[in-house]
Structure formats: C-alpha cells, structure tokens
C-alpha cells in the first residue's frame, strides 16, 4: 500500500509524526499545512474554514492527561489532515510533533485488520521497514469526523488517555 493508497503503485510520501507515545505515518498527500499553536478545544480554524480538531496525543496517551493540561495549554503540532481545501471530511491533527517526511516504497507499508472499532477508526496499516528505527502505525487516509467524535467522547467518559481498544484502566480489551 502506498500512501496514495494505490497497492503496489511506486513510492509513497508520509509525514512520519508523533502522538502520545506513538509513532504515526500521516499520508502526504492528505497532510495539507502543519504549524504549531495551542492545542485546539474540539475545532481549530484553517483557511478561512472551521475543522473539527482531535488532540491524537491525548487519545493515544497511555494514561490521562489532566485537565488542567487539556484544550489550549499545551503547544502542539498541528495538521490540517484532508484531500484539500473543500475538503468536507478535512479537520485538524494535534500531534505531539512531526520528525519529518518519509519516502516508503509501497511494499513497506501493509494493511492492517480492524483489531477494534476504535483501532480500525484511526488506523489502517503498519510500516514493515523501519521509520527511524520503528514501525509506526499508519494514520487511516479517509478519517471520518463522525467516528473521530464518537471515539473521544468514549475516551473522556472512560477517562481519557486509554489506547483505542483498551480500558482506560489498563488491561486488555474485551
């Protein structure tokens, strides 16, 4: 798989990223702006249009992080994540930070099963050749905000901060 998304199809370009502990390939050709700002509450604003925002170090963080911490206090990275500026599934990545972009022949990138409705909503491939020295989990090409959404407020009444498809008190998923 290729991050264009074509199977076999050449090389394909990944913003390799950083997210809660995790190692994340974002497609490149999704990844339409990155800056850095304060780690938006729920929407963040990109060209002129408000995106719905997911704070993906907070949703993929081992343990919760405390309110006082949450929706503005931290500097993160930031992605505006879409096929483009019209875009009506585009929205806003806060990442803990971007290393850089990474060149991947499409054989190095392999599709992955849904292991859980939270893992299957965020990912959908794994690197199988080293990304600096690891196998980041690949960032799913068509995000959908609604599921996004569903998959936060389940992490903030659990708690926040467990990995999708684990409890947040630790433990493995039924």
Known sequence: MSADGVAGQGEGRWLHAVAGGCELLLDGGRSQHVWTGDVPAGTAEWQGRVLLAI?????LAPAPIPAAERGGARTRTLVAYGAGRDDPQAL???????RGLAALPSDAVVGLPPLSVAFGGLFDGIAVAPVEGSYPLCVRRD???AVLERLVATQAARGGGARPGRPAGGGEAR
């Open 55 to 59: 704070d993906l170090s907070a949703l």
């Open 92 to 98: 806003v990545l806060a990442v803990d930070a971007v």
């Open 143 to 145: 995000l959908d905000p």
